[in-house]
Structure formats: C-alpha cells, structure tokens
C-alpha cells in the first residue's frame, strides 16, 4: 500500500506534536521537580535556623540554670549563716532575760554581789532599751557604783542608774569604760 506525501506529513506532524507534548510535560515536570527542590531547600535552611535557634535556647537556659543554682547555693548558705547567727542571738537574749529575771529578786532584797550586779548591768545594757522596769524603788547600794564585768577579752564598766519614769521605777544600764 502506498502513503501519500499529505499522509506522510499529517503522520509527521502527529509525531511531532506528540513529541512537543511530551517535552511541555518534560519541562513542566522538571519545573515543578526544580520548584520541590527550592522549597526543600528554604524549608531545609528555615528547619536548620529554627534548631540553631533553639540550641541557643537550650544554651542559655542551662547558663541561668547554673546561675540559679549557685545564687541558690550562696543564699542558702547566707541564710544558714543567718540562722545561725539569729539562735546564736537569741540564745544570748534568753541568758540575758534569765539573768535579769535571777538577780532583780536579789537586787531588790538587798542580797546581790557585786558580781550579780556587774552581770545584771552587762545584761540591761545588752537590752534595746538599756533599761528595765522595777517593781519598787532600789536599794542605794546597787546605785552609783562602778561595776566591771569580763566579756571575752574586753572588761567593761558600767554604773546602774535609777529614775522615775510614768510612775514606774527604770534601772539604767550605762557603759563607762570600755577597755
């Protein structure tokens, strides 16, 4: 059978309209391949800076971490420092509340030693006030007179003093010397 030269050339037109069709798919496929890639690659970087990013985070929370850890460690210490000191004062209060609760009896019965008064006047002093109320007048004894008292390394001087204040008799504990 024999094809005519308008056969030969509709096939040959066919073929390449075909062939055209097939590279408008070729390059639409490749632009949407090259398209997948771009984006792979913005969401690869973007992914890579957002984990850079939370590193850094990651970072600085362990530096605060430490940091708070040792500010932890160092007002814990201060405050054990603190407490120490505190029931160390207060220790120290309720020797002093006890003294003066022992020897006002004796002072004011007139059978305090000079010694029961240099600690009465030691502890009135260690007072916020450097006075205690009394529940009468004192004895003339206990008043005017010099009183030393050794407190560690130092002896300290004191004079008991009493006055009149709202109708309420004071004992006043004054430091004189201090040596």
Do not use: C
């Amino acid at each position: 059978m024999m094809y005519s030269q308008q056969e030969y050339d509709m096939v040959r037109r066919q073929t390449m309209q075909i062939e055209a069709e097939k590279r408008a798919l070729l390059r639409w496929a490749l632009i949407g391949a090259s398209a997948l890639m771009i984006g792979s690659l913005f969401l690869t970087a973007w992914m890579f800076r957002r984990y850079s990013v939370a590193e850094d985070l990651v970072k600085n929370a362990d530096e605060k971490r430490v940091s708070a850890e040792s500010q932890l460690q160092q007002v814990s210490r201060e405050l054990a420092e603190k407490k120490a000191l505190l029931e160390k004062s207060a220790a120290e209060v309720a020797k002093q509340n006890a003294d003066i609760a022992t020897i006002v009896p004796k002072l004011m019965s007139k059978s305090a030693t000079p010694a029961d008064l240099a600690t009465l006047a030691h502890a009135i002093y260690q007072t916020p006030r450097r006075m205690i109320d009394l529940p009468g007048i004192p004895p003339d004894k206990a008043l005017g007179r010099r009183f030393k008292t050794r407190v560690g390394e130092q002896t300290l001087t004191y004079i008991l003093v009493a006055g009149e204040n709202d109708d309420k008799w004071v004992l006043y504990s004054v430091l004189v010397r201090n040596k």
